[in-house]
């Protein structure tokens, strides 16, 4: 911690902390994410209240590996070979969900967004955690994303327990991805090469 918030926690601190019901701020291959126990309706609503975030609005989760994903997601073979080709990676991989994950989460929908980020930080923290983390921007909503710790808005900073400092991102969002319809929802990284996985699968 420092005097100005905390920034620089490291590792088992934040996932202590999410541990315990709190926020964390974590870096990923994109930009920086807010994160929280996800299957934790409690937990899942500050989020949405942090980020003023309209509650039809999903927020996607994130694990350490696909066998991690198993446990909250029900992804279909072509799903599964989808995510083993594309995670970790910045794409969100839009599968059915298990009884477990709130509705909070989800916006009540049957499907979730599955992130494996593939960024060294932001996967010690999913190892560390005793849970899955929600993967959502950690800006307020309507506003750019974060790409830098020192970017963070002042609300989100007195909201989080700890924040996992790790230099500047690349700034380029997950692709979207729902792989059963072979649609993408949100174009962003690795988009062409989702695309032709998609035609040729």
């Known amino acids: 911690m420092t ?18 019901g709190d926020l964390v701020v974590y870096p990923t291959e ?5 994160g929280a126990d996800a299957i934790d309706a409690h937990a899942v609503e500050r989020v949405f209240d942090v980020k003023g975030r309209d509650r039809s609005n999903p927020i996607s989760l994130g694990v350490p590996d696909v ?9 279909t073979a072509r799903e599964r070979r989808f995510m083993h080709e594309f995670l970790p990676g910045p794409v969100t ?7 477990v ?6 916006a009540g929908s049957d499907r979730v967004g599955v992130r494996i980020p593939d960024h060294e930080v932001a ?11 929600t993967a959502t921007s950690a800006n307020l909503s309507g506003t750019g994303s974060v790409r830098t710790a020192d970017a963070l808005d002042q ?10 400092d790790d230099a500047e991102t690349p ?10 319809a072979g649609e993408i929802h949100r174009r962003g990284a690795m988009a062409d090469e989702i695309e032709a996985w998609l035609d040729a699968n």
Do not use: Q
Request: aromatic residues 2%; charged residues 25%; hydrophobic residues 55%.
């Open 3 to 20: 005097a100005d918030g905390p920034i620089d926690a490291d590792v088992d601190a934040a996932a202590a902390a999410i541990e315990r």
């Open 30 to 34: 994109t930009v920086y994410g807010l």
């Open 67 to 75: 066998e991690a994903a198993l446990k909250y997601t029900v992804p």
């Open 93 to 99: 991989v839009v599968v059915e969900r298990k009884a």
């Open 101 to 106: 994950v709130p509705d909070m989460l989800t």
């Open 123 to 133: 996967l010690a923290l999913l190892e560390a955690a005793d849970a899955p983390i």
């Open 155 to 164: 609300s989100v900073l007195e909201s989080v327990a700890a924040v996992l």
């Open 171 to 180: 700034g380029t969002e997950s692709t979207v991805v729902d792989v059963e």
